[in-house]
């Protein structure tokens, strides 16, 4: 087992071998500011309905032999949007996760090997929301309805390039705020 190790401050416990993006900036500790709010309740609301969701289907399915098909419709939009919405909040508060085999044994590429991870990420967001744009457009566009509940499907497929636009202006923000 990996023991547990705390780091002063508010933040949660760290795993040895992992550690935060960075230091949470002092003028706004990480998780207090509205958008991070904002963001926990969302993330928190996705995983309640989530829940209710799979109970109801699955005392259904139980009682009755019949099966909610267009729960997991709702179900998976809602994962990407969870899913999202954590990535934002992870990158503004810096608690990704990092691999540090070689920062623990050159510690002097630390600040290189976070500024490379953040653009790595700035580029893969970036695509994913130029892509799911395209593909919420095309979605809108032909008119395209969901299998089960036969609405819009870019009612669903919009939410990933928001969201991933989200993403790209917190780390924008955050390459903004490392560079003074």
Known sequence: SVPLQRRSGPTAPVLHGIFPMSEPDSSTPAGHSPLARVERFLMA????????LTM?????????DFSFAFTEEISVALLVVMTLVGASHAFASRHHIA???????????KTAARRFAEL???AM???????????AWDDYRFEVTSPSLGVPQWWYTVWL????ILIVLRLVALLLRRAD
Not at 45 to 52: F, R
Not at 99 to 109: C, E, H, Y
Not at 125 to 135: D, H, I, T
């Open 99 to 109: 691999i540090t085999f070689f920062i623990d044994r050159r510690p002097a590429l």
């Open 161 to 164: 390039p928001l969201l991933s």
């Open 56 to 64: 109801a289907n699955v005392l259904v399915r139980y009682f009755t």
């Open 125 to 135: 967001f970036g695509l994913l929301a130029w892509y799911g744009v395209r593909m």
């Open 120 to 122: 790595c990420s700035l």
């Open 45 to 52: 609301a996705s995983m309640g309905v989530l829940c209710l």
